[in-house]
């Protein structure tokens, strides 16, 4: 099953309006590759109206599970769409580690990304102590089966997954190809248990510290279907060379 490679820059709490702006309009992607960037939340608007016409599509960070009301500080679903959001990541580790974000939050939150239309990018990932306990397997399983919990595979049609391996992120250390592509068949096979045929369908990002020098090999694995790239989406250069390597 061919799935067409998908290449998010998750900016994190970096790059202003300007700097972000600047940035998307220097992207290129490469045919029949699919791109996205993730600004802060201040900025999708703008990076949004920038990147109008271009082949990146833009998402934001998080959401909040409700549309809108008395929820101060929230961004909900509805904003990010009206703002020009196309994607929302959900669950990233380090929304699971500073924010409290639990499985049970996140399945709430993929509600409202769904019901807006929003493509979500769930993340999974293991700790190096849940990895060295021999933990993987359980971790993946649990946070996708809490994630999608009560959804149909109909409901689940556009999700995207992205494996990130909590000890790879930020930290220059990435997962061996071995290692990414076991660790990506493995949650292919436990999508099949929950969405059916769908899985064959849903793509596969890898996150933890890709870089231009490790994108192609990493992107070759079968079961590899894109890149969410922190650091190296920060610098057009660097996440030009990852985009190349995904086409
Ligand atoms: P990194 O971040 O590429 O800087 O390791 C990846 C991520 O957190 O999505």
């Not at 996708?144 to 992120?169: H, R, S």
Request: with cysteine.
């Amino acid at each position: 099953m061919a799935r067409t490679k998908f290449i998010a820059g998750n900016w994190k709490l970096n790059l202003t309006i300007a700097e972000g702006t600047a940035l998307v309009k220097s992207l290129v992607v490469p045919a029949g590759v699919e791109a996205a960037v993730f600004p802060n939340a201040l900025a999708v608007h703008a990076v949004a109206q920038a990147a109008a016409g271009s082949k990146v599509g833009v998402g934001g960070q998080n959401a909040h599970f409700e549309e809108k009301g008395a929820f101060t500080g929230e961004i909900s679903t509805s904003f990010l769409k009206d703002a020009g959001a196309k994607y929302v990541i959900l669950g990233h580790s380090e929304r699971r580690q500073y924010f409290g974000d639990t499985d049970a939050l996140i399945n709430k939150r993929l509600k409202a990304v769904l019901a807006q239309g929003l493509t979500p990018i769930l993340c999974i990932g293991e700790t190096l102590a849940e990895r060295d306990g021999g933990k993987l397997e359980t971790v993946l399983k649990t946070q996708i089966e809490g994630a999608l919990a009560g959804f149909t595979a109909e409901q689940l049609a556009t999700l995207v997954v992205a494996y990130e391996p909590v000890w790879a992120i930020g930290t220059g250390r990435t997962a061996s190809t071995a290692q990414a592509q076991e660790a990506h068949a493995f949650v292919r096979s436990v999508l099949r248990n929950v969405v059916g045929a769908l899985a064959e369908k849903v793509r596969i990002q890898y996150g933890g510290s890709v870089k231009a020098d490790n994108a192609k090999e990493l992107l070759g694995q079968p079961d590899v279907d894109g890149a969410l790239v922190g650091g190296a989406s920060l610098k057009a250069a660097d996440f030009n060379a990852i985009l190349a390597a995904a086409g």
